[in-house]
């Protein structure tokens, strides 16, 4: 009966040693979710990493101080598990702001992408382990637009979403998935 009990745990922990084998994933290579993030001219990028390290941080410190360790335990290792998938490049964000606007109203958007091949691919491992002077009514004007979808590209299934604040910073966006889309895998 223990041989049983044996052979049956050892046939349930085998897979899961495979999955944590290294995948040979990171953050900069070719099909990585960072370098299928849109480069924008004439707009700075910001890392959305280190705002979300932040927000962890904060609530996992407010909950420690709150006694709360479960809470804080649980937080810890969310975002453990959300490094660990920007690591292996299976997914990224960034926050984008057109570079010296004159609107009050900047242009802003932010984009993600997550490179679902990659998130089955780690999933065990990541688991376990201004004002203006001269503003007019116009540069108030606010038009938020989003769009998600996604895309093959060189074989991998990846997965964006993006949001912007005018309908332009959209269409940048739109552009540079569409282009992933029409890239070839002989390319």
Known sequence: ???LHLIALTSLILPLLAACSDTGNVANDAKSAQRLLPNLA?????????????????VGGAALMGGQIGITAAIAKAEQILQCF??????????YQQSGSTLTAPMVGGALVI?????????INC????????ASAQNFAIEPCASAGSLTYEGDLVSYVYIG?????CAVFQLHFDNLAGTTDDE
Do not use: C
Not at 86 to 95: E, H, P, T, V
Not at 115 to 123: A, F, G, K, T
Not at 165 to 169: G, L, M, R, Y
């Open 165 to 169: 604040s005018h309908p332009d910073v």
């Open 115 to 123: 490179n679902q091949s990659r998130v089955n691919q780690e999933l």
């Open 42 to 58: 004439s707009y700075t990028a910001t890392d959305v990493d280190t705002s979300i390290d932040s927000a962890f941080a904060a």
């Open 1 to 3: 009966m223990k041989l």
């Open 86 to 95: 920007q690591d292996r490049g299976a997914l990224a964000a960034k926050f």
């Open 127 to 134: 688991a376990l382990g201004g004002q203006e002077d001269n």
